[in-house]
């Protein structure tokens, strides 16, 4: 007997024993639900009750806000349409009545208790489109406001053109008389030549037009702004207003204490105010432009907001409907035969459950229990390898599956740690990698902003030697005028009286030295100018495509590269012969450029010649004449430009690398590797190529190809 409880006790924990136990306990339930059954159906009618006294009204106030919003949502677009205040508040008028109805609507549908995930998203929804309508309504009254001060700034902006005009042009035209004529009045002796043609007055009058010019640039920039539709586009003209004031400010300090200055000076001080004050031009129109957007996208929001309410009604719709039909339903049914069904119910259960206890839960549940226990023991073990195999097609069988899935997946999260790891190194390792790679794209920018620089100092001395001749022209053409002016003065001194034909002859021929003189003068002043003016644009980077002369361009710079290698090496020398095509004419191109191409080749037939000068007279102190070949022709549909020089030529096999970056031949303090590099990007950007034909020992020819119609500007060219 004791050894009978013993094992009743120790059973209790198994399988089986909960099982029969459970069964035992569901035949309890049954009956005790049949009991609670037979009442419940009598709370049939009253769960229908519930569905059409609670659901059908919430979905109907539901359905009344869908329909509502969309009469709101049409009506929002004629409040941004308004053109005047008075349009304005008649439309908020009409909308008033309409938003009264659908915040009643809101209001009823707050009452509802069921759905009540489904109601506060409607709420919601409901409430922010109304938050939308006045949002808009207050920024039309915020927009009318910014249109009315920008009409009254368009109109004082006429007024202020129409001022400034009256002001600067009578300066200017008399400025322009004055150092023309010298008459600073009519009524008054003129001035002397010297004091009338002075380069200060002509300055004055350069400061007056430049004066005019950026004010029109501003009154135009900010009338511009008022055009725009799209609030990024105004910043640029407002960098271009400040670039315009800070050179009107310029000239206005050039002008000194001039009467136009005092003038002039309260005009345009009115000007900056209309565009950059805290109440300018460009704050207005980014404003109204920001209200406009914004607007906008009040409206597809609501749109929006109107097509989420419409679905969550139509949801509730639905969710009532069926759930009022198949309660109906049921109902009918489950009191028409759930009270039959209740005894014929209990003895089937009751039947049910002594089979299912002694033929599944016996003979085949609880074996099958077994084996999965085991293999789950197995696999909290560590024993991943064997596979899960239960045969059958119920829930242990699926139980068993799935354990099968949880044995693979943690074999590849075994795997996947192991690639996580892998890739975290990897990560690393990229994230390396792409900070060196940075740091050398921040040095290689700086390595070609130094050769930029170096080659600018380059040209230093050969400018210096270029303008020194055109000036030593001047100075000698100016001392014999002055010598020809004391010969005239001698001669005119000799006969007061009328000039015997002789003396006569004299004179003009002293006259037309002077002329002579002058026009050399002029000449080899412009000379002198125009070297300044190439070296300038050579030091500000990449310009504007204009049509040149190609070979004044290159004859130019290559003189320029020539003394640069002469002011280095005083004994260097190189003879220069030129080939150019006189029908070569002009090709549209960036001189500056183009002028660095012709100089960084000019620049390394020059190194080249000289060191093999200086080798030939190591070697045997022979005799070597460095040579420079230049020449042009004009093609077909292209120029070519051929740069040739008798230097130690290239070698076959360093040809195919010199257009490398870093790559060069010099040592390390003559050259960086990048001018050809550079010169093949500027000649592949103006469409063109370079070709190379070299001779090791005999000669190294630069050949650059460019077409007659240059290519389309590219967008990055543009950013340049």
């Not at 930029?452 to 022209?473: C, D, M, Q, R, Y």
């Not at 001698?490 to 003396?503: F, I, K, R, T």
């Not at 390390?668 to 001018?675: H, R, S």
Request: charged letters at 25%.
């Amino acid at each position: 007997m004791i050894n009978i409880l013993k094992h009743l006790l120790e059973g209790r924990y198994r399988i089986s024993t909960q099982l029969y136990l459970g069964i035992g306990g569901a035949v309890v339930l049954t009956m005790g639900a049949s009991l609670v059954g037979w009442f419940s159906f009598n709370s049939v009618g009253d769960a229908q009750s519930r569905v059409n006294e609670g659901s059908v009204p919430g979905m109907a106030a539901a359905f009344g806000v869908a329909q509502q919003s969309g009469a709101i949502v049409a009506a929002a677009p004629r409040l941004i349409a308004a053109a005047t205040p008075e349009t304005f508040d008649q439309v908020i008028a009409e909308i008033a009545e309409e938003r009264s109805t659908f915040e009643a609507q809101l209001a009823a549908l707050t009452q509802q208790g069921e759905e009540e995930e489904r109601f506060s998203r409607i709420r919601a929804q409901g409430g922010t489109l109304i938050s939308n309508i006045e949002e808009i309504e207050c920024s039309m009254a915020e927009l009318f406001v910014l249109q009315e001060r920008s009409e009254a700034l368009r109109a004082e902006l006429a007024e202020l053109r129409n001022e400034l005009v009256g002001v600067l042009v009578p300066l200017i035209d008399d400025q322009l008389f004055y150092a023309m004529t010298g008459y600073r009045n009519l009524d008054e002796a003129p001035a002397s030549p010297a004091q009338h043609l002075s380069k200060k007055e002509f300055d004055h009058y350069r400061h007056l037009t430049a004066l005019q010019a950026d004010a029109t640039t501003e009154i135009q920039l900010l009338s511009s702004a008022f055009n725009l539709s799209d609030a990024p586009l105004i910043e640029p003209l407002r960098e271009r207003f400040q670039a315009a004031k800070d050179r009107i400010e310029w000239s206005l300090s050039a002008l000194g204490t001039a009467r136009a200055r005092s003038q002039i000076a309260p005009i345009c001080a009115r000007l900056y105010q209309l565009g950059l004050g805290e109440e300018g031009g460009f704050g207005l129109r980014t404003r109204e432009l920001e209200l406009i957007a914004h607007q906008r996208d009040l409206l597809a929001r609501n749109q929006s907001l109107a097509l989420d309410l419409v679905a969550e009604a139509e949801g509730l719709v639905n969710a009532a409907r069926i759930s009022a039909k198949e309660a109906t339903h049921a109902s009918t049914l489950a009191i028409g035969t759930g009270r039959s069904l209740l005894l014929v119910l209990n003895v089937i259960s009751i039947t049910g459950a002594l089979l299912i206890a002694y033929l599944f839960v016996g003979r085949m549940l609880l074996p099958r229990l077994e084996r999965l226990s085991a293999r789950m023991r197995g696999m909290a073990d560590g024993d991943l390898e064997g596979k899960v195999e239960i045969g059958g097609n119920d829930e242990v069988a699926d139980m068993a599956a799935a354990l099968e899935v949880f044995r693979r997946h943690a074999l590849e999260v075994q795997r996947l740690n192991l690639v996580e790891k892998l890739a975290e190194e990897l990560q690393s390792k990229n994230e390396e990698l792409e900070k060196v790679l940075d740091d050398l794209r921040v040095a290689q920018d700086q390595i070609v902003m130094r050769e930029k620089l170096a080659s600018l100092g380059e040209l230093t001395a050969g400018v210096a030697h270029e303008i020194k001749n055109p000036l030593n022209f001047v100075k000698n053409f100016s001392e014999s005028s002055e010598e020809l002016m004391e010969e005239l003065v001698e001669v005119l001194d000799e006969s007061p009286g009328a000039l015997s034909e002789e003396q006569r002859e004299l004179v003009d021929e002293i006259c037309q030295d002077l002329t002579d003189n002058m026009g050399r003068i002029l000449q080899h002043g412009n000379r002198a100018d125009r070297i300044v003016h190439d070296m300038l644009m050579m030091g500000r980077g990449s310009g504007e495509r204009q049509s040149i002369e190609i070979n004044n361009l290159l004859n130019e710079h290559a003189r320029l590269a020539y003394h640069s290698a002469r002011a280095t090496d005083a004994d260097f020398n190189l003879t220069i012969e030129t080939d150019f095509d006189p029908d070569v004419g002009q090709i549209e191109a960036v001189p500056q450029d183009l002028g660095r191409v012709f100089l960084n080749m000019v620049g390394n037939a020059c190194y080249a010649t000289d060191e093999k000068r200086r080798a030939i007279e190591a070697d045997d102190g022979g005799t070597f004449f460095p040579t420079l070949s230049l020449s042009t022709r004009r093609l077909d549909d292209r120029i070519e430009v051929s740069i040739r020089d008798n230097g130690n030529g290239i070698p076959p096999e360093v040809v195919d690398k010199i257009f490398n970056p870093f790559f060069t031949t010099k040592p390390t303090d003559k050259g960086t590797g990048l001018g050809l590099a550079l010169s093949n990007d500027i000649v592949r950007e103006h469409g063109g190529n370079i070709r190379v034909v070299s001779e090791p020992g005999e000669f190294t020819e630069m050949i650059v190809e460019l077409p007659l119609v240059p290519p389309a500007v590219t967008t990055e060219e543009v950013a340049r």
